[in-house]
């Protein structure tokens, strides 16, 4: 399991593995959307981390336009597990850094973002 966030983190790790002949599987994978057909092609599944970004409310005294940025990132990284499972990517979540109750808010609005319940 490699632990990676970016697209590029995570190209690297599935290059390294691939070069190595191992089992794949990437660990965090909050930008794995953006090389989701990778992934499937390639059948690596990714154990994502719930930790989104900080709410809005945090964000009141921000630049309009830093609030906007945080915003779209936000909303990446709720949707990142429906786009991985629209594209045939499993997925599976870890707990690891969040707390019980966190993490139950995350993944329900995950699952509001288009994520399957089941």
Avoid: Y
Avoid at 28 to 44: H, I
Avoid at 61 to 78: A, H, K, M, S
């Amino acid at each position: 399991a490699c632990e990676a966030d970016t697209s590029d983190a995570i190209n690297r790790a599935l290059d390294f593995a691939t070069k190595v002949k191992l089992n794949r599987m990437i660990v965090g994978g909050r930008n794995a959307w953006k090389v989701a057909d990778r992934l499937a092609k390639e059948q690596v599944a990714v154990v994502l981390r719930l930790d989104f970004a900080a709410a809005p409310e945090r964000e009141a005294g921000l630049p309009v336009r830093v609030r906007e940025d945080l915003e779209r990132v936000r909303q990446q990284d709720v949707g990142c597990a429906a786009a991985l499972h629209k594209a045939g990517v499993k997925v599976a979540f870890t707990t690891a850094g969040v707390t019980p109750t966190r993490f139950q808010q995350n993944l329900r609005k995950a699952i509001a973002a288009g994520l399957p319940a089941d």
